[in-house]
T-cell receptor, first 117, second 113 residues
Framework: DVKVTQSSRYLVKRTGEKVFLECVQDMDHENMFWYRQDPGLGLRLIYFSYDVKMKEKGDIPEGYSVSREKKERFSLILESASTNQTSMYLC????????????????FGPGTRLTVL | DAKTTQPNSMESNEEEPVHLPCNHSTISGTDYIHWYRQLPSQGPEYVIHGLTSNVNNRMASLAIAEDRKSSTLILHRATLRDAAVYYCILRMYSGGGADGLTFGKGTHLIIQP
């Protein structure tokens, strides 16, 4: 069974702490993504990576950074956590997008519910 | 980006077919119609996608209107495990690279036993 795993299901941190969220996929996918999901705001893309050591900003990168040192692992870093970063964080992976409509469906992890106090 | 419109919620009975509608009147010729669903306390999962022709897979069927301005996700025999939020999204395939997903509010499907 293909899998995307995230390091924690629930996490509680204090304002100002540095927070690491880890994501690992076992499908040898080139692409990896970090999203946050908030009620009423849907799913929003924070950062993505299409190759090792490559990263691209998504729609809401402010306050976050990422690291991709190995193909299977994509880390999301909150340099100084704030209360407005309390959210559900979802990691996903996929094959590269190709022309012709072959599905590059994204496979999601179970999510990490982060609370910043 | 072309937008989709879905009902906020729908209710169905177990073991009956479910038709989930999606309107996308501003769809462009290169947009593919994708469906994902999100079960309670889980990450989203891919369901199906198509361009013009109707599509079937082990999870569902996708019926696409001839003018492509609407589509319907069909669950042939709903079970309690199909209770989830269903998202209809448009994705353009132009080759290469990566692109993120943007989900709206989706349709909250409730299955009654």
């Amino acid at each position: 069974d293909v899998k995307v795993t995230q390091s924690s299901r629930y996490l509680v941190k204090r304002t100002g702490e540095k927070v690491f969220l880890e994501c690992v996929q076992d499908m040898d996918h080139e692409n990896m993504f970090w999203y946050r999901q908030d009620p009423g705001l849907g799913l929003r893309l924070i950062y993505f990576s299409y190759d090792v050591k490559m990263k691209e900003k998504g729609d809401i990168p402010e306050g976050y950074s990422v690291s991709r040192e190995k193909k299977e692992r994509f880390s999301l870093i909150l340099e100084s956590a704030s209360t407005n970063q309390t959210s559900m964080y979802l990691c996903a992976s996929s094959l590269p997008r190709v022309a012709g409509g072959l599905s590059n469906e994204q496979f999601f992890g179970p999510g990490t519910r982060l609370t910043v106090l | 980006d072309a937008k989709t419109t879905q009902p906020n919620s729908m209710e169905s009975n177990e073991e009956e077919p479910v038709h989930l509608p999606c309107n996308h009147s501003t769809i462009s010729g290169t947009d593919y119609i994708h469906w994902y669903r999100q079960l309670p306390s889980q990450g989203p999962e891919y369901v199906i996608h198509g361009l013009t022709s109707n599509v079937n897979n082990r999870m569902a069927s996708l019926a696409i209107a001839e003018d492509r301005k609407s589509s319907t996700l069909i669950l042939h025999r709903a079970t309690l495990r199909d209770a989830a939020v269903y998202y209809c999204i448009l994705r353009m395939y132009s080759g290469g690279g990566a692109d993120g997903l943007t989900f709206g509010k989706g349709t909250h499907l409730i299955i009654q036993p």
